[in-house]
């Protein structure tokens, strides 16, 4: 998967329809060659453009000219390359110039863990990892690249390590992948939103200048995903040239596009610069987290389908990844703060009749919480709302054949809590500044390894304190006011990189020692919606939306990046909450079998006819969630482009069994049926429609379609596909 040509000093690293090089120059810095499709020339020099880029290794001469033009792996600022860097380091004197050089390599089996950061992991036999060592003599230097290479997936994982080997300097700015390429023949894929609206797609094409995407609000955040895409020009959604580019991390980032004024692209990836530095002592290093970068020919859908595999089989560490998760209901919606336990009850006992596996009791069981302005950091079970405790309500729907779940905020505090009484300085604040408040709360410096130590020992005494199987980790607000009265003035600047640390420890915490519970990440609804997460917690909660025709938009633009098996999705009441929308109960539970499927309303409420309907879609569920979870995804429709309707399919691997799911948006009348085309079945298979009992080959299916017929807006349908001997 990985060699070296010592003779033309090329890098090679391939893997299933992917390849991708690197050479050492003369003058020793590492120069990007080509990535693609696999090629068998051993030497592809001529790709520097060599006619154009004179070698300057003897003279000099023109050294910033090709420095600002050639192709690299891991450009430095403050030496004549005036496109975005990955390094900028500052010296004692304040210089920022950096040039690294080629000093050795290594090649190892499987994949290093990356410490306290989460991370792909593979085995021996899955995976190479190429270790490339660069250094600043002058600054004393040595900077580490790692690439990993999957042998059975089109996709890299890349990071960096910066160690100083003898003076104190200062990093400014750290990224962890960088891309060139020769042609700005290319769209560039984005996924943005807000509350309610997540992680919708937006395709525009590259331009002179820098298009960028980025989080400097201590989160990945609603507002843009650490995702993007560069499409050529004219792929579809199956076929054509993508490159995906994702960052396993949850906090402040940078994803970014620039053409040169030689028409090149570059695009870089990593931890948000903008109010970044990191002190490094002599003898310390710096570890980035990881970046993927993905590579496709069957379009955008392929990119998809390679990032899912990726992130289901290197990434996805819970027992649950593979496994069918409960079906649950969460009683957010159906009482947010209002209730007790006879109340909650009576909603279990509809729950447990209906054929629901899993109860989760959301926000209002703590401390004297009965708003959102009171208790955060004091977790213990607030008996006057349920009395007996947590241990008593567990047992209680334990007895009615359901698993209990419980929803917690760890990295918030509210002023009016007897924790913040007694450590009102461990928030994030800056000394003398006013505390911003948001949602009336504030956040835990989890920086502070002793504000970790007190949270993790309350929420650990919850759950050991009854059965407890499910855990909802909410985050409901940004970072303001980003430092503390105890780290040094020129450590200030780490403290948000810092808290992300903090963050991943207690969650390593939580499932090493809870490794069976099923933890959901949440963060105000979809705001921390990415690879770092899914490293603890195997399903996020996509949107506080749960609408589903505002879902489709935000479950298909998650799908470019993330698996529908980590999508948490609900059937919630009607109106619904988020906008009022009225939709039939089939078509809210249509849309979530995409994801993880539950139910977010009060079923003593809902209407008879509804009610009746419930344990036909737990059915539904059943039959055909192994499909959704773990099989391949092929988007149909395209919700962005056409917002009549929608249709997706899932296929499993040996492509005996597939499931279409349709949604009409807007009826018309006095026009024909929509005629769909299937995708990714196997051509020469039948196939049987467990609808109609229909036969028909793949061919038929793909080439001429299946006509979709059905009445109504928002009306919706799920069919089944198997195999068939003819």
């Not at 130590?453 to 919850?462: E, Q, R």
């Not at 633009?557 to 009225?582: E, F």
Request: hydrophobic residues 40%; contains cysteine.
């Amino acid at each position: 998967m990985i060699s070296f040509n010592e003779d033309a000093k090329i890098f090679t690293l391939q893997s299933k329809g992917f390849m991708y090089q690197m050479k050492v120059l003369k003058e020793g810095h590492l120069a990007h060659l080509r990535a693609g499709h696999p090629v068998p020339d051993p030497d592809l020099s001529h790709l520097l453009r060599p006619n154009e880029l004179p070698d300057c290794s003897e003279t000099g001469r023109d050294k910033a000219s090709f420095m600002d033009n050639v192709m690299l792996e891991f450009p430095c600022g403050g030496i004549g390359d005036y496109r975005e860097p990955c390094i900028e380091v500052m010296d004692n004197a304040g210089h920022l110039a950096c040039d690294l050089r080629y000093v050795s390599y290594s090649i190892s089996e499987g994949k290093p863990e990356l410490k306290g950061l989460p991370a792909t992991f593979a085995a021996a036999e899955e995976a190479q990892t190429l270790s490339i060592k660069l250094l600043d003599n002058l600054l004393g230097l040595e900077v580490t690249l790692f690439y990993t290479v999957f042998e059975d997936l089109g996709a890299i994982a890349r990071s960096a390590k910066a160690t100083s080997l003898k003076d104190k300097l200062f990093i400014k700015r750290f990224l962890s992948l960088c891309l060139d390429l020769s042609s700005s023949s290319w769209d560039m894929i984005t996924l943005s939103g807000a509350w309610a609206r997540e992680r919708y797609a937006n395709r525009v094409p590259l331009h002179a200048g820098k298009q960028r995407i980025e989080s400097s609000r201590g989160e990945s955040s609603h507002q843009f995903n650490p995702f993007i895409a560069l499409a050529e020009k004219g792929a579809s959604e199956d076929s054509g040239k993508a490159f995906g580019f994702s960052f396993v991390y949850s906090g402040n980032f940078l994803a970014q596009a620039e053409i040169s004024s030689m028409g090149m692209p570059r695009v870089v990836m990593g931890i948000n610069p903008q109010n970044f530095t990191w002190v490094l002592e002599a003898g310390e290093s710096f570890q980035s987290p990881e970046a993927i970068l993905s590579y496709s020919e069957e379009g955008i859908g392929g990119m998809s389908r390679t990032l899912h595999d990726l992130y289901r089989k290197h990434l996805i560490r819970s027992p649950y990844v593979s496994k069918k998760r409960p079906v649950l209901i969460n009683n957010w919606e159906a009482t947010y703060f209002n209730f007790d336990t006879d109340k909650l009850l009576g909603i279990c006992r509809e729950a447990a009749k209906a054929g629901i596996e899993l109860f989760v009791l959301d926000d209002g069981w703590f401390g004297k919480r009965n708003d959102d302005n009171t208790s955060l950091g004091d977790w213990y079970a607030n008996e006057a709302k349920l009395p007996g405790g947590l241990s008593r309500l567990a047992n209680e729907v334990n007895a009615l054949g359901m698993k209990f779940g419980l929803w917690f905020e760890p990295e918030m505090i509210s002023p009016e809590s007897e924790l913040y009484k007694e450590h009102p300085d461990w928030c994030i604040h800056i000394p003398g500044r006013s505390r911003t408040l948001a949602r009336n709360q504030l956040v835990l410096d989890y920086s502070r390894k002793e504000v970790r130590d007190h949270i993790y020992s309350m929420v650990k005494a919850v759950l050991s304190s009854a059965n407890i199987e499910y855990v909802k980790w909410d985050m409901n607000r940004n970072l303001s006011e980003v430092g503390n009265a105890i780290y040094a003035p020129d450590r200030q600047q780490e403290i948000s990189h810092r808290y992300v640390l903090g963050v991943y420890d207690l969650m390593e915490r939580l499932v090493s020692d809870f490794p069976n519970l099923l933890l959901e990440n949440c963060s105000g609804g979809g705001a921390r919606f990415d690879p770092g997460m899914l490293y603890y917690s195997p399903q996020i909660w996509t949107s506080d939306n749960v609408d589903p025709i505002e879902r489709l938009k935000i479950q298909s633009g998650t799908s470019l990046a993330y698996p529908p098996s980590a999508m948490g999705a609900h059937v919630g009441d009607v109106p619904c909450h988020s906008n009022g929308r009225i939709t039939p109960i089939s078509t809210r539970g249509n849309v979530a079998m995409f994801g993880t499927f539950g139910f977010e309303l009060d079923l003593t409420k809902i209407s008879k006819e509804d009610l009746e309907q419930v344990p036909a879609l737990i059915a539904q569920y059943h039959k055909c969630n192994d499909l959704a979870r773990d099989g391949d995804l092929y988007r149909i429709g395209n919700i962005f482009t056409d917002n009549t309707w929608d249709a997706w399919m899932f296929v499993s691997k040996d492509k005996s069994e597939a499931l279409l799911e349709y949604v009409q948006v807007l009826a018309s009348s006095n026009t024909p049926s929509r005629r769909i085309q299937l995708k990714g079945l196997k051509e020469g298979f039948w196939y049987k429609n467990d609808e109609t009992g229909m036969v028909l080959s793949a061919e038929t299916l793909m080439h001429d379609g299946l006509d979709m017929w059905i009445k109504g807006d928002f009306s919706s349908k799920v069919i089944r596909f198997e195999k068939a001997k003819v």
